[in-house]
């Protein structure tokens, strides 16, 4: 059964500062999505990773998969109050078509001035 | 596009009571996943479709459960009878053959049963 592990479970971070979230996860796969999620709404895509070492960036994030090391990063740099939210990894099947997503625990993230 | 719709947005309902969740894919998104956010269990699979077939509906927790597709734009979530512990969020989502754009959830359902 597939395991996806985030950590931290919740992050406290000043105003421009950076900081890491992990996922790891425990079978073979080379999809792994990245969601944001604020209180009491939906789920909001933030990134698709497709393959070993694929990285993407939007703004002050910054998603890697390193499919070897069933390890994705998400790095925020310079963190400011609008990214306080909770942020989950997804990863998804081997197969190249949609399969279930497995998620992680997410990740509570609050940026204090 | 509208994005994936799901009604109602909110739905309280009394133990024993059959509730009814509905949901509407993006148009051309051929995969359609129903899943339940709740603290203590975070966010966990109930079943999916492709073309309209249930593929794995392994997450369903009971034989409550009930999930169908009649059409490639339109699915329910039925829980009959309801009870407490079934309160939850319950997103729907869609996604293409290849997800290779992600994943697009609803606005979710929040359930309350007293």
């Known amino acids: 059964e597939l395991k996806v592990e985030q950590n931290p479970l919740f992050l406290s971070m000043q105003e421009g500062k950076n900081y890491t979230i992990y996922c790891n996860y425990s079978?073979?796969?080379?999809?792994l999505y990245w969601y944001r999620q604020d209180p009491g709404k939906s789920l909001e895509s933030l990134f698709v990773?497709?393959?070993?070492?694929a990285v993407k960036q939007e703004g002050r994030l910054m998603a890697s998969l390193d499919t070897k090391a069933r390890l994705s990063t998400l790095h925020i740099t310079a963190a400011v109050h609008d990214l306080s939210a909770t942020y989950f990894c997804?990863?998804?099947?081997?197969?190249?078509?949609?399969?279930?997503?497995?998620f992680g625990t997410g990740t509570r993230l609050q940026v204090t001035l | 596009d509208a994005g994936v719709i799901q009604s109602p947005r909110h739905e309280v309902t009394e133990m024993g009571q059959e509730v009814t969740l509905r949901c509407k894919p993006i148009s051309g998104h051929d995969y359609l996943f129903w899943y339940r956010q709740t603290m203590m269990r975070g966010l966990e699979l109930l079943i999916y479709?492709?073309?309209?077939?249930?593929?794995?509906d392994s997450g369903m927790p009971e034989d409550r459960f009930s999930a169908k597709m009649p059409n490639a734009s339109f699915s329910t979530l039925k829980i009959q009878p309801s009870e407490p512990r079934d309160s939850a969020v319950y997103f729907c989502?869609?996604?293409?053959?290849?997800?290779?754009?992600?994943?697009?959830f609803g606005s979710g359902t929040r359930l309350t049963v007293v």
């Open positions: 997804a990863v998804g099947g081997n197969t190249g078509t949609a399969s279930k997503l497995t």
């Open positions: 479709f492709n073309n309209n077939v249930p593929i794995d």
């Open positions: 989502a869609s996604s293409t053959t290849t997800a290779n754009y992600g994943y697009t």
């Open positions: 990773l497709l393959s070993n070492g």
């Open positions: 079978t073979t796969s080379d999809r």
